[in-house]
């Protein structure tokens, strides 16, 4: 009988040229393989069409199609799945003597790394006796350790045999032992088989094709041609075309993508087809946005107005996604927003839903020490009625560092009202016979809460559109479905093994590992969101792939936990046959290949230009590439772009999509615009819920109201530097930090505590230096005995400072500060400098029992009647009355290009007080990172010869006292803008950092 094989790129015609030859067999009863349920629904339509009715032929899936050679061949043992594999592993690790892995395997990633390798494996066939021996040839001309090797080969016999022992099989095995039953003639096909949808097969899976093809014809078809793109299939391809007894090419029908989608390389045949029906190209569209959202929202709105041209039903529109884990939270949020009906099948962590994250959350508190956040995530998702009374349940635990289970749940019974008696009996269960029926307890009643919850809202905010269920209600039942899977599948192992024992403590790790799948894959009537590697063999009238940024598509480079790609190929050629090209730039870009085939009216093309912080991204470089050969054959595609700025739908630089959004639209210009609202709302017949809609819109310029508030503030005429910095910066965030002072009831080590502890210990060091050491300032010959010094002050602060002193955390945090500043000082004693430390934390218009030669009752005054306040770390001097302030900063700090923008301007302010509060001529401003050691700012050299600072920092006097002035100038404008009493949040601000994101409208972008 025969291998044949139907073969050409993309859109070449060979699924029509293979169902032909289907329709054509129909006398010997064909069995057509595809590789999914959809394809097969799809296939089954286009045959109809084709041929009108179908009678003697089958349409299978291809597990299906290896389930029914499995019973064939007599292969009934149990199936293991992956959570009692990874469990089998780790079984069979602990009970191994290893050496060179012994302190990986001491790590719970391990067990699934070795799985996965495992699993490669047996899907190549290879013996645990073929693995050992091409190890030791291969370790003959190789570094790698006898023991390293060693230690994997003794493993996977281990694992072999424990399998073999227990009479159970991986997807991988039941292949491998078929392969084996057509090799001995136990099973055998007569029927003729098609297989479609298939680019590559694995060892097994390749072994398989060969084999049933001695007693019948198989037929398949394969992508290919000898470009770049293909660069990683070409081994595999060049195996299969080896062992095939015919090769068709296809007729070419390409779209005319293929010449602009990667440079052609001479054919791998001799006589390329030639097109006898040319297809029009598809539109080429580039969408390039800000900030992952509004890639989404940008994506959603053209996919809007091709369902609103009428000539687009969505399950003509495909969106193609690397990697659905970095796009699906948002992808969802904005769909739903939208009314976009969408069909994603994509496995998810099981976090991504509410009930997945309460369940986690809980076994971690209960099993694995978990912090008592992990509580309040439980209790916060549990009890959604009662977040006033879990806001003081978390305030009393942080402040009252109860530790202890028991009386955390006593503590939310109290302050709730609502003690919850299963969650106390699951702290005390033994075992996980006893925990498992309280774990699917709970995770139900939490179910039954979201899903309630869902529809008060529903109820309260109006009629529900598009999905019957939302995304967060969708993934919660998926994930009680995993959960309850999961149980079920540790409490099998018993069956398969009476020794396996699962321990409670790894059920958290076992669950963060899991993952879920929402609806079914390519839903009629929905647009299909699918990666890459399902997309192959289907066509779209309009397909957008998204994520064309480097480290997205193409995807970061990983290396395999234990052999890289060439150790891989040169092991392969020892016989050990094992998949070489996971995550390399050739598959990237095949895979690029696959997603700019799938259009045949529309691609669009869209990329990230700066990321939702505002910083630059690097757009994919095949993204260069396709441009590069599109104006090669004279085409080009149009860009659309979107600023950071309009994620937030105006109506005008972007259209409303919809109805929902139209709302939200009017609700946030009612107060401004009233008629021009209601017109809006009206348009979209949501007029009636226009005015509870404003109610719930947050004003969009926080501002004071109140007169007496107004009036305080007109008055306030004195100012710390830091409060002015920080009004600059982002007004909004000045107006919540100083005036609604949100309570910080964290007791960890923060940043502002170590500050505080740096700032004290370097006060207290040079204060001591000239008492007890003769010197005013670190000296290199006296170095070793300062070092001591400082850190017998550090020890003293940090222990009366920090809110915490015993976790590991913080004994970590007071390592690190113990070596930056001894790195510190000896970097000082290394800068040479003319002047001598004088004054150490010099206030000025601030009260002070201490009075001194370092403090100064009267505030600086500015001008305009505004005055500033403050404590300047350290003025050094010389005899002659020239000074240098100084600032310390704990890690990042300003320069000279800073200072002369009025970025920063702190030091200008300690240099007027400097000369008009002590008397002394400035002529240094320096900030001093502690953790980095270095020193910058900027200094006057005209009058000074030399400073410890970079070349960068030396200003002419006029420049010297222009930046002064400048600041001057900048804060008396500041001061009267935060007079008005109103707080924007600042356009060019950046938010990397910024803590309050949930509230700042800017923020949520």
């Known amino acids: 009988m025969s291998l044949n094989v139907i073969i050409g790129p993309a859109q070449s015609g060979k699924k029509k040229a293979l169902l032909k030859l ?8 064909p069995l057509l393989v595809v590789s999914s349920s959809p394809e097969a629904h799809y296939i089954r339509r286009e045959l109809l069409g084709l041929s009108g009715a179908i ?9 299906r199609f290896i389930n029914n050679l499995a019973e064939r061949a007599a ?8 959570t009692q594999q990874k469990y089998i592993v780790q079984r069979v690790a602990a009970s191994t003597e290893l050496t060179a892995l012994a302190k990986s395997a001491r790590y719970p990633g391990f067990y699934d790394a070795m799985a996965g390798f495992f699993n490669e494996l047996t899907e190549g066939m290879n013996s645990p006796g073929a693995t050992t021996s091409a190890f030791a040839e291969w370790s003959k001309t190789h570094s790698r350790g006898t023991n ?7 493993l996977y016999r281990a694992y ?24 001995n003639g136990e099973v055998s096909e007569a029927r003729p088989i098609f297989m479609y949808g298939f680019d590559d097969f694995t060892t097994s899976q390749r072994r398989i094709v060969e084999l049933l093809s001695v007693d019948t014809d198989i037929t398949f078809t394969l992508t290919y041609e000898d470009t770049a793109a293909f660069e990683s299939r070409k081994a595999a391809v060049k195996t299969l075309l080896a062992n095939a007894s015919s090769v068709i090419e296809a007729q070419n029908l390409t779209n005319g993508l293929r010449p602009a989608l990667h440079s052609s390389q001479p054919s791998i045949k001799s006589q390329p087809p030639q097109p006898s029906q040319p297809i029009s190209p598809p539109e080429i569209t580039y969408l390039a946005a800000a900030g992952e959202r509004g890639e989404v929202e940008l994506a959603g709105v053209k996919i809007l107005e091709l369902l609103e041209s009428g000539r687009y039903n969505p399950d003509e529109i495909v969106v193609i996604l690397r990697d659905p884990v970095l796009y699906s939270r948002t992808l969802v949020q904005v769909f739903e927003d939208f ?9 998810l962590p099981l976090r991504y839903s509410a009930l997945g994250r309460a369940v986690h959350a809980l076994t971690r508190f209960a099993y694995e020490g978990g912090a008592n956040a992990d509580l309040v995530t439980y209790l916060r998702i549990r009890y959604p009625d009662m977040q006033e009374a879990a806001d003081d349940f978390e305030r009393s635990i942080r402040l009252g560092k109860i530790v202890d289970p028991p009386a955390l749940l006593a503590e939310w019974s109290k302050i709730s009202d609502a003690p919850d008696s299963k969650v106390e009996a699951l702290l005390s269960a033994t075992g996980l016979s006893a925990a498992i029926p309280l774990i699917l307890d709970i995770s139900a009643e939490a179910l039954g809460v979201i899903l309630e919850r869902g529809t008060q809202l529903e109820l309260s905010h109006g009629e529900r559109h598009g999905n019957l269920f939302t995304f967060e209600e969708r993934a919660s039942i998926e994930a009680f479905t995993i959960i309850k899977r999961l149980l079920t599948s540790l409490e099998q192992l018993k069956a398969i093994d009476g020794s396996f024992k699962p321990q409670l403590p790894e059920l958290p790790l076992m669950l963060a590992q899991a993952q879920i799948r929402l609806g079914r894959e390519a839903e009629a009537g929905k647009i299909h969101v699918l990666r890459v590697h399902r997309s192959r063999g289907r066509l779209y009238k309009a397909a957008f792939v998204l994520g064309l940024n480097e480290g997205r598509f193409p995807k970061a480079l990983r290396e395999d936990p234990f052999f890289n790609r060439e150790e891989r190929r040169e092991l392969a050629a020892l016989g050990l046959e094992i998949m070489t090209r996971d995550d390399s730039v050739a598959e990237e870009r095949y895979l690029f290949y696959v997603a700019t085939t799938r259009a045949t009216e529309k691609l669009y093309l869209s990329y990230q230009r700066v990321d939702n912080d505002g910083d630059e991204l690097l757009t994919s470089s095949f993204i260069s590439d396709f441009e590069t050969a599109l104006s090669d054959t004279g085409r080009a595609g149009a860009t659309i772009k979107r600023p950071l700025s309009s994620i937030i739908f105006d109506g005008l630089s972007l259209p409303i999509p919809n109805a929902k959004e139209a709302l939200r639209y009017a609700a946030g210009k009612y107060r401004a615009r009233p008629e021009f609202a209601r017109e809006i709302s009206e348009s979209v017949a949501r007029y009636a819920d226009l005015e509870d809609a404003a109610l719930r819109t947050p004003t969009p310029t926080p501002a004071f109201q109140s007169a007496d508030a107004l009036g305080k503030l007109a008055v306030k005429d004195t100012f710390s530097v830091s409060e002015l910095e920080l009004f600059l910066r982002c007004p909004f965030k000045w107006f919540v930090e100083r005036k609604l002072k949100p309570q910080d009831f964290e007791t960890e080590l923060d940043a502002l505590n170590k500050g505080s502890i740096y700032h004290t210990t370097l006060e207290r060091f040079y204060r001591a230096l000239p008492a007890k050491f003769g010197e005013s300032k670190p000296v290199k010959e006296k170095l070793p005995e300062m070092e001591r010094f400082i850190i017998e002050l550090l020890d003293d602060i940090f222990a009366a400072e920090s809110p915490d002193t015993t976790s590991v955390n913080a004994r970590f945090a007071k390592h690190e500060m113990s070596e930056n500043l001894k790195r510190l000082i000896r970097a000082e004693a290394a800068r040479p400098s003319p002047f001598t430390p004088r004054y150490f934390e010099a206030n000025f218009g601030m009260g002070d029992e201490t009075g001194g030669p370092h403090h100064s009752e009267e505030r600086l005054l500015l001008g305009n009647g505004i005055y500033m306040r403050g404590k300047i770390d350290r003025i050094d001097a010389d005899d002659r009355g020239r000074a240098a302030v100084i600032d310390y900063k704990s890690n990042k700090i300003s320069g000279a290009s800073d200072l002369a923008r009025g970025k920063s301007l702190q030091l200008q302010v300690y240099a007027m007080a400097a000369s008009e509060l002590f008397g002394l ?7 001093i990172s502690i953790a980095k050691t270095q020193m910058d700012g900027v200094y006057n050299s005209d009058i000074l010869e030399r400073a410890p600072l970079p070349k960068k920092a030396a200003k002419k006097n006029e420049e010297f006292e222009k930046i002064i002035a400048d600041a001057r100038h900048t804060l008396i404008a500041l001061a009267a803008e935060l007079k008005k009493g109103e707080f924007k949040p600042n356009k060019d601000a950046d938010c990397r950092n910024c803590p309050l994101p949930h509230i700042c409208r800017k923020g949520r972008v």
């Open 22 to 29: 289907f329709i054509e067999n129909i006398g010997r009863n």
């Open 55 to 63: 009678i003697g032929a089958e349409v299978v899936t291809y597990s």
């Open 75 to 82: 292969l009934t043992q149990r199936r293991l799945d992956r």
């Open 148 to 154: 390293y090797l060693d230690d994997i080969g003794g």
């Open 160 to 183: 072999m045999d424990k399998l073999e022992q227990l009479d159970v099989l991986t997807e991988q095995l039941l292949r491998w032992e078929i392969v084996r039953a057509l090799e």
């Open 339 to 347: 009314d976009i009906p969408y069909s994603l099948n994509e496995p």
């Open 921 to 927: 001529t400035p002529a240094m401003c320096g900030f």
